[in-house]
C-alpha cells in the first residue's frame, strides 16, 4: 500500500488542473467543486501561468455549458507567475500538455490537484504534492 505524502497546510497554493474546472461546472458540490470554491472565496491562493490559463480557458470555452466569464475572476493579476516555469526534470508528467501545471507547482511551491489518471499514476515519482481534488479537501478541510 502506498504511503500518503504529508500533506501542507490548508494555505499551501494549489495550481488547479483543466480537468477540475470541468468536474467543478458539471458537479459544483463536488470534490472538484470545493476546491474551485475554496480560491473563489479567497481561502486558497491559486498561481496561475499564462501557459495555464490559456489551456484552461481553451478547453473550457470548447464545452458549451460551461461559461468562461463564471471563472475568469479565479486568474487574479496578484497570484501571476511570470513567465513559463522550468519544464526539465519532469519526465514522470507522461503528457507534454500537463508539464506546465506540474513545473507551475514546483516553482510557486503548490499543490498540483488533478484528477488525470496517467498523473495520479506517477505522482510517487515527483517532487511537488499531486492529490486528487476529492484528497485535496479530504486531507486539508477545504
Do not use: C
Not at 125 to 138: C, F, K, Q
Amino acid at each position: 500500500m502506498p504511503v500518503e505524502p504529508e500533506i501542507p497546510p490548508a494555505s499551501t497554493p494549489v495550481v488547479i488542473d483543466t480537468n477540475v474546472f470541468v468536474g467543478a461546472a458539471f458537479k459544483p458540490e463536488s470534490g472538484a467543486g470545493l476546491v474551485v470554491q475554496a480560491v473563489r472565496e479567497g481561502r486558497v491562493r491559486m498561481p496561475w501561468s499564462d501557459a495555464t490559463r490559456g489551456e484552461i480557458e481553451a478547453v473550457v470555452t470548447k464545452i458549451p455549458p460551461i461559461s468562461w466569464s463564471a471563472i475568469r475572476d479565479l486568474f487574479r493579476a496578484e497570484d501571476r507567475v511570470q513567465g513559463s516555469p522550468d519544464e526539465s526534470e519532469l519526465d514522470w508528467v507522461g503528457d507534454p500538455n500537463d508539464r506546465k501545471f506540474a513545473a507551475l507547482a514546483r516553482a510557486a511551491g503548490a499543490i498540483l490537484v488533478s484528477n488525470d489518471d496517467h498523473l495520479l499514476a506517477r505522482r510517487e515519482e515527483a517532487s511537488i504534492t499531486v492529490l486528487t481534488s476529492g484528497e485535496y479537501v479530504r486531507r486539508t478541510g477545504s
